[in-house]
C-alpha cells in the first residue's frame, strides 16, 4: 500500500497513517486521491514512488501530449474506462499505454489482445489519476460532441432557427456548457475544442453548401468542422448575444467580446462579424492570459538584440516602437518589455484596444472609440496621470503619432505598435505621419521588427546537411554580419540544417508552437545625421549595417542553424525582406 511505503520512508507520521487508512476503509478514494487531496505529497513525488514499488517507467509528459484520434481508437472510450487505461503515442510499432494499475491482469490481457489485433507491441506507463481523467476527455472530440447537438436539434432543414437565452442569465453563467440548449452546446463545443487546441482565432464561415468552421494553430488555419447551414444564424445569434452585439444589424461589420471560463481558466475572447454575399463571416481572436505574457527567451530574443533592447528601456524617456504585420507577436514583445520594467517605484499606465492581458501593477485602460475615448484622447488623459511608462496598443494616425513623440519628449517611456514592414521603415512612417525629422532622434530610441516563424518539434527533430546552394546562401548571408558579432554569436564552421520527420507529439506536422524573429535599430549619432539630412531607406541600411544590426532573415538563419526553425522557414518568413 502508497500508505505504508509513505510510512515506512518517513514521509508521514503514525497519527496521519491512521487517519489516512481510516478515510481509505470509509470513502471511496483510492489512496493516490487521498494522499494528493490531503497535500501530503506532491504529485510527481508520489508518482515516482508508486512506479518504484510497482517497477514501472512513470509517463509525466501528459499536458504537452497531443493523441491524434486513430491513435485514440486502438482502445475504445468504454473499455479506457473500465480497464483505466488510455493511450498515450504511437511510433514506430511502439504502443504507448498509461495505466492506473500497470498490475491488472485482465488490463494487461485486454492490452495484449489489442495488440495482436493491430500488430504492434506495447510499452506500459505509469500514470497519475488526474492525467487519467484528463486523457479521458480526448476521446470527446469536437465532431461528436457538436453531432449529438445537431441530433438534438434536427437541423438540416431549418434555415431561420434562432435559439437564444435572456442576457440575465447569460452574464451570470461562468462556464459556457453549463445550459444544455443544443446551440449553445455547439458554440461551446467550438470555443472549448479551439482553447485546448491551442488555437489563436476561430473562423465560422458560411458557404453555399455547409458552414466552414476552422482553426488557426501555430499561425496555419485547419479544417476543424463543418456543420449543416441552417445552424449559421443560430451560431451568429449565440455569439452576438455574448458579445453583446446587436443581433438585428447583419448588414454592418461589429465588434465585441466576452469571456468564459474554460477547463479552469479564465478565457477572453475578441469577436468581429463581417457581412458576406453567403451571411455573416465571424471571426473570434482567443486571448489566453496565461500564454500572453512571456519571458525575452520565450519570445525568441537573442543577446545581441537583448543587450540592445535593455540598454535603451534604461533610458529615461524616448519611444520604443515594436513593427511588423498583424499577428506577428509586436503585442507580446511589448508585455514582455512591460513585465520587466514593472516595478514599485514606477508608474506604468496603457491604452489598450482590447486589453489582451492583464498584469498585476499596471494601469490598463480600454479603448472605446464607439464613445470617442480614442488613443489620441486617452495620450491627451494620460500625461496628466503622472506616468512614468505609457504604452500606447497602436501609433493609427497623425494626432496620436504627435502625442505620442511628445509624451516622448517631455520626459516618459513609451512604448507602441506601428504597421511597417521592417525596423527601418519605422522613421519614413512616422514622417509620413507628419512628425518632423528633427524630432525623431530627440524622440525615437528603437524600432524592433519583428515575424513569428513556426518551431520544429523537439521530439522528432533531426540534424542533415544542407544543399550546396542552400549552403551558399546561408554563408553569404551571415557574411554581411559585423565580424565581432560573427565571433559573439559562434557560428559553426561545418554547416548543418534541421527538419522534423513528424511525430504523435505534434500530431505529424513536424511544426510545435512558434517563435519570434527580429532586428533591432537604435538611435545613433549616424542614424540621427541620415534623418535629419536625407532619410532615404538606401541610407538608413548602410547605417544600421554599421551598428551592427542583425537583420531578420540572418537573425532567422542563426535560430535554423541552432535547430529552432527549419530553412525552409527561414526563406518563408523573410521573403522579400532586405538584407
Known sequence: ????????????SEEVYNKCIEEFQSSQMSEERIIIQNELLDQGKLLNIKGELLNTPVFKDVNSLQIPEQVLSIIPEESAKYYKMVPL??????????????????????????????????????????????????????????????????ADEKSDLVVLDEDEK????????????????????????????KASDIHIEPTMSEVKIRFRIDGNLFDALKIPLGTHSAIVARIKILSKLRIDETRMPQDGRFSTRISSKQIDFRVSTFPT???????????????????????????????TLREQINKPYGMILSTGPTGSGKTTTLYSILQEMNRPDVNIVTLEDPIEYFVSGIN???????????????????????????MVGEIRD????????????????????????????????????????????????????QRLARK?????????????????MIISELSHIKKDLRDKIKIPNKIYIYKSKGCPKCNNKGEKGRIGIFEILKMTKGLEKIIIENPTESALL????????????????????????????????????QI
Open 1 to 12: 500500500m502508497l500508505f505504508e511505503e509513505l510510512l515506512r520512508r518517513n514521509l508521514i
Open 89 to 154: 503515442r504511437l511510433g514506430d510499432g511502439i504502443f504507448e499505454v498509461g495505466m492506473l494499475n500497470p498490475e491488472d491482469i485482465k488490463a494487461k490481457e485486454v492490452l495484449l489482445f489489442l495488440a495482436r489485433q493491430n500488430k504492434i507491441e506495447t510499452k506500459i506507463y505509469l500514470i497519475s489519476e488526474s492525467d487519467f481523467e484528463e486523457i479521458l476527455k480526448k476521446y470527446r472530440n469536437i465532431k461528436e460532441v457538436v453531432g449529438e447537438a445537431l441530433s438534438e436539434l434536427g
Open 170 to 197: 447569460l452574464n451570470n453563467k461562468e462556464d459556457l456548457l453549463e445550459d444544455e440548449a443544443p446551440i449553445i452546446k455547439m458554440v461551446a463545443a467550438i470555443l472549448r475544442h479551439a482553447v485546448e487546441g
Open 277 to 307: 454575399k453567403l451571411g455573416e463571416k465571424v471571426v473570434i481572436r482567443i486571448l489566453d492570459p496565461n500564454e500572453g505574457l512571456r519571458s525575452y527567451k520565450e519570445i525568441g530574443l537573442s543577446e545581441n538584440n537583448l543587450e
Open 364 to 390: 490598463q485602460s480600454q479603448i472605446r472609440p464607439e464613445i470617442g475615448y480614442t488613443f489620441a484622447k486617452g495620450l491627451r488623459s494620460v500625461v496628466r496621470q503622472d506616468p512614468d511608462i505609457i
Open 398 to 449: 497623425e494626432e496620436s503619432a504627435n502625442l505620442a513623440t511628445h509624451a516622448a519628449l517631455t520626459g516618459h517611456i513609451v512604448l507602441s505598435t506601428i504597421h511597417t514592414n521592417n525596423a527601418i521603415g519605422v522613421v519614413s512612417r512616422l514622417v509620413d505621419m507628419k512628425i518632423r525629422p528633427f524630432l525623431i532622434p530627440s524622440s525615437l530610441n528603437i524600432s524592433i521588427g
Open 456 to 472: 520544429l518539434c523537439p521530439y522528432c527533430i533531426e540534424k542533415i546537411e544542407p544543399l550546396p546552394k542552400i549552403e551558399k
Open 542 to 577: 548602410v547605417e544600421a549595417n554599421n551598428q551592427g544590426m542583425i537583420n531578420m532573415r540572418q537573425d532567422a538563419i542563426i535560430k535554423a542553424l541552432e535547430g529552432k526553425i527549419s530553412i525552409e522557414e527561414v526563406l518563408r518568413v523573410t521573403e522579400g525582406e
